[in-house]
């Protein structure tokens, strides 16, 4: 039954993906997709993917390390969210195709001139390579080499990314031998961030000690995105309790007494019952906590009809995916618990 169960999860992992990238790729296609550019921080985002990703890797045993300590501009202005989703897809995938024993790096590096951080972004590979023919379709969408070794995997992700990086006024390249490895080249003109020269953002460390302690109802049907979401919160002293679909959430606050929670982390897409139903049966409960009990949504998904739709459910606030652990942090440490 173990074995069918981890099955299962793995479908339905690799389904939620599948969806996920025709959805980015037909927003692409019919011209809405929007970036959403704000103030971020390199250091930070890159740092942040490196946790995402090194337990991948040390899972296949492979080395991986990231270089960026030397950006002359950390502040800048992008969008974060698809900034780390290009890079998260193309580490990823080199990672999924490097055998064990290789090497994953990522190397960033920086021009400044007339107000622009023009940031490239090294990424090599040991791993398998890949064909002269294939690299003249990389970009086309659905293309995979190697499908019979690696079956996970839309085909979707480099064309994503290579629409993403021009949408960033920016450039993407590879070369590829087969058998010795691959390196991507990407490169995107930031607009230097305001914040230039300020302090530091608050740190997670300081954030810490504003969260020890609080109660977390984590619901997620993803069993790898629970866990690092429950790392995360775990070491920071909070209190958690999980469900696995929207269903469940309901059932568990409604069972609960009232002011339990202090938050509630709610993934959209879930089988049973989605978090936009979820989130609408908890408001529309008749609980004392039932218009004040923060709901933030965990989506992939960072439209703005996608925004929209969260806060119409009733949903306060969205985290997006891949996480951001310091906001993440900072948006808990704001909230003022119920006495």
Avoid at 41 to 49: P, R
Avoid at 100 to 117: D, H, P, S
Avoid at 135 to 148: C, H, Y
Avoid at 212 to 236: A, F, G, S, W
């Amino acid at each position: 039954m173990t074995e069918y169960l981890q099955k299962a999860l793995v479908t339905t992992t690799f389904l939620k993906d599948i969806i996920n990238d025709v959805l980015d790729m037909s927003k692409i296609e019919s011209g809405q997709m929007e970036l959403i550019c704000r103030d971020l921080n390199l250091n930070e985002l890159l740092s942040e993917v490196g946790k995402l990703l090194e337990t991948q890797a040390h899972d296949k045993r492979i080395a991986f390390s990231m270089e960026y300590q030397s950006l002359k501009q950390s502040w800048v202005t992008g969008d974060q969210i698809r900034l780390k989703q290009i890079l998260m897809n193309i580490l990823g995938n080199a990672i999924k195709f490097t055998p064990e024993g290789g090497m994953v790096t990522l190397t960033a590096t920086q021009t400044i001139e007339n107000g622009i951080a023009d940031t490239t972004f090294v990424i090599r590979d040991t791993g398998c390579g890949m064909s002269p023919e294939f690299l003249e379709r990389i970009w086309q969408p659905f293309e995979q080499e190697n499908r019979t070794i690696y079956k996970n995997g839309t085909g979707l992700g480099t064309t994503i990314s290579k629409n993403l990086v021009e949408k960033m006024e920016g450039t993407i390249s590879v070369d590829s031998v087969p058998d010795q490895g691959t390196v991507f080249t990407i490169s995107i003109p930031f607009r230097i961030s305001n914040r230039h020269g300020l302090a530091k953002a608050q740190s997670p460390q300081k954030n810490a000690a504003d969260i020890k302690d609080r109660h977390i109802l984590i619901v997620e049907d993803n069993e790898l995105n629970r866990m690092i979401i429950k790392t995360i919160l775990e070491e920071q002293g909070c209190i958690l309790t999980e469900a696995v679909n929207g269903k469940e959430a309901v059932d568990i606050y409604l069972a609960s007494p009232p002011y339990t929670y202090d938050l509630i982390l709610m993934d959209v897409q879930m089988p049973v019952m989605n978090g936009y139903e979820a989130s609408g049966r908890i408001r529309q409960s008749r609980r004392a906590d039932a218009g004040t009990i923060p709901i933030f949504a965990v989506t992939a998904n960072a439209f703005q009809e996608d925004l929209d739709r969260a806060l119409e459910s009733g949903m306060n606030d969205t985290i997006t995916k891949p996480l951001d652990v310091a906001k993440l942090l900072e948006k808990i440490a704001r909230i003022k618990p119920d006495i």
